[in-house]
């Protein structure tokens, strides 16, 4: 189930509403972070460039080169950083547009069954956010623990994958339920969720694809959703006709 799944939200990654969706995330993505690099920099030249300044005239002449090299380390620092919050960013932003993936999903795949209803926009954010923290603690844990060979990997897969599976499959169940009830079904099948999020975690640590990682997780999660619940509608079936 949970590769079928899989296999059905790869195939779709590529179609029309994807590709709208990923690119819509990925130019409001750069235009943020286009405007943090702008922020940044005036941050550096108001505040640390005099200070660099005013410390400089008392050292030999050469030492105007630390100014010019301290600059160019702060823009390769800042480069670097920027680099590592572009999956953060594209998390949250790609949030926006979950419910798109989410109803494009149910459109070709369910066309006979009814619609799910969008998540309200502050829940939606909220979600959002959850993405990014998920995405940023288990990246700082994982940091951590660079200098125990495995533990670090291990850790990265194993908190990505329970956090990043319950929070995707209550956001595919909630379309069709609400909150309390998504997250029992969710309890109901922890293993199978658990499971499916060491997928999205797969997904996540190859870089550059983890920028789909949001809209590969929603629409992975839709489809286990709807297998689990035709599951459960099918069970007390079998379990009268035996």
Avoid: C
Avoid at 146 to 153: A, K, R, S
Avoid at 224 to 229: F, T
């Amino acid at each position: 189930m949970i590769l079928d799944a899989a296999r059905a939200a790869a195939s779709q990654l590529f179609t029309p509403p994807f590709r709208r969706a990923f690119f819509k995330s990925l130019g409001l993505t750069l235009l943020l972070l286009a405007a943090l690099w702008l922020a940044l920099r005036q941050l550096f030249e108001t505040f640390a460039m005099p200070w660099l300044d005013a410390l400089l005239p008392g050292l030999p002449s050469w030492a105007g080169w630390l100014g010019a090299l301290a600059a160019v380390a702060a823009g390769l620092g800042l480069a670097l950083a920027l680099a590592l919050l572009i999956a953060p960013i594209a998390a949250i932003v790609a949030g926006v547009f979950l419910d798109d993936v989410a109803e494009a999903v149910e459109r070709e795949s369910y066309p006979a069954d009814p619609p799910g209803q969008a998540v309200p926009l502050l829940p939606g954010i909220w979600l959002s956010l959850k993405f990014f923290g998920v995405v940023v603690l288990a990246n700082l844990v994982a940091l951590a623990l660079l200098l125990v060979p495995g533990v670090n990997l291990a850790i990265f897969f194993i908190v990505n994958a329970y956090l990043l599976g319950r929070e995707f499959f209550e956001f595919a169940a909630m379309r069709f339920r609400s909150e309390p009830e998504a997250k029992e079904l969710r309890r109901r099948h922890a293993g199978t969720v658990f499971l499916a999020g060491f997928v999205i975690a797969a997904f996540l640590a190859v870089p550059l694809l983890n920028l789909l990682t949001p809209l590969f997780a929603a629409a992975m999660m839709v489809h286990l959703h709807k297998m689990i619940s035709a599951r459960e509608e099918t069970a007390p079936a079998r379990a009268s006709a035996g």
